[in-house]
């Protein structure tokens, strides 16, 4: 399960009695940096693993598996950032307002449920990355990629549409239409479309003949001879 945390000061808060003790560490691991907010929950520690250097912006987060209560008090590798006691504004099932209380003033930290992918997207995803040996650092550029060539197909064909069929061209009925299909399909759907403009519009060639008469065209012919016999 993924989280979003965002952490700020605010005001020395009353009225919340401490429900148990925190420690905050920084802590470099196979996974890269990353931050070990624990909390205290009786005689185990619960909390998040969250992919940032320092609590601030937001970050992702994804919740870590019950430890003992030592780490309170003992540091091992990582280093302690901050440490003291902590109470809930606000809580839920879906995250809630933390607040932390320490001797650099009390700091609110935001706790929310992050969207997640449904299963079967999650397994696509997954086996496309199998299948075609993609790294998955580059997943979220090639997604990007997608959405992007998808759209500049989309807006192409709609505007060879417009061009070629004028009012009877339906836009809205043409977009619904290709976000069913493939970037493939699309394409295909745009050639035809590229053809059809093609025969209203023939492309120029490449190159054509001078056209100021036959003059200049039979002195250069002369000319061209006259190197050939030379």
């Excluded at 148990?20 to 205290?40: A, P, Y």
């Excluded at 950032?81 to 504004?89: E, I, L, N, R, V």
């Excluded at 069929?165 to 009925?173: Q, S």
């Excluded at 493939?182 to 403009?197: K, M, V, Y």
Aim: hydrophobic fraction near 35%; charge should be negative.
């Amino acid at each position: 399960m993924f989280w979003k945390i965002r952490c700020e000061d605010a005001p020395e808060e009353s009225g919340h009695a401490p429900e148990g003790r925190f420690v905050l560490h920084r802590h470099v691991d196979s996974g890269g940096e990353h931050l070990d907010l624990r909390l205290e929950c009786g005689d185990h520690l619960k909390g998040w693993r969250i992919d940032a250097a320092e609590l601030g912006e937001e970050a992702w987060a994804t919740e870590k598996a019950p430890h003992p209560v030592r780490w309170l008090d003992h540091d091992g590798d990582a280093h302690r950032m901050d440490s003291g006691t902590y109470a809930w504004a606000r809580s839920g099932r879906d995250g809630g307002d933390l607040l932390l209380f320490s001797g650099d003033g009390c700091r609110r930290v935001s706790v929310s449920r992050a969207e997640e992918l449904p299963v079967e997207a999650a397994r696509a995803i997954a086996d496309t990355i199998r299948e075609h040996e993609v790294e998955p650092s580059e997943v979220a550029a090639l997604i990007v990629d997608g959405v992007t060539a998808r759209q500049r197909a989309t807006e192409r064909l709609c505007g060879l549409g417009r061009e070629l069929d004028g009012e009877a061209f339906d836009d809205v009925v043409w977009r619904k239409t290709l976000v069913g299909l493939t970037l493939e399909e699309i394409h295909g759907q745009l050639r035809s479309f590229e053809l059809r403009f093609d025969v209203m519009h023939p492309p120029l060639p490449v190159s054509r003949p001078d056209s100021d008469g036959d003059g200049i065209q039979g002195a250069r012919s002369d000319q061209a001879l006259a190197i050939v016999r030379d």
